[in-house]
């Protein structure tokens, strides 16, 4: 079992920046990828990022890539989301989730948080 609480969300204007932060508890994995999604009211949960927690490999939407950034710290069982030049469509709930397969598709994931939300202003 593993338990997921993002922060870090809040009201910014466009182009400027916040960091969402998830803490994970609870069992831990020998090998697993830890990933952020959104969703903005009336649309599908979507990937956004994610990151093998034990190489660091990422891999990122194509609507976030060269503006958002994923990292981890494994001393702190944390993993963050820094989030750049945010335009009003980045507007979202965003949620962290776990998966031991692998995988950018929500069916992958096994544990979420509950959620952040995100607004971008203009």
């Known amino acids: 079992q593993v338990q997921l609480v993002e922060s870090g969300g809040g009201l910014v204007q466009a182009g400027g920046s916040l960091r969402l932060s998830c803490a994970a508890s609870?069992?831990?994995?020998?090998?697993?990828?830890m990933g952020w999604f959104r969703q903005a009211p009336g649309k599908e949960r979507e990937f956004v990022a994610r990151?093998?927690?034990?190489?660091?490999?990422?891999a990122y939407a194509e609507s976030v890539k060269g503006r958002f950034i994923i990292s981890r710290d494994n001393a702190k069982n944390m993993v963050y989301l820094q989030m750049n030049s945010l335009k009003p469509e980045d507007t979202a709930a965003y949620y962290c989730a776990v998966t031991q397969r692998g995988g950018i598709g929500v069916p992958d994931y096994d544990y979420w948080g509950q959620g952040i939300q995100v607004t971008v202003s203009s």
């Open positions: 990151i093998r927690w034990n190489s660091g490999i990422t």
């Open positions: 609870g069992r831990t994995f020998s090998s697993y990828t």
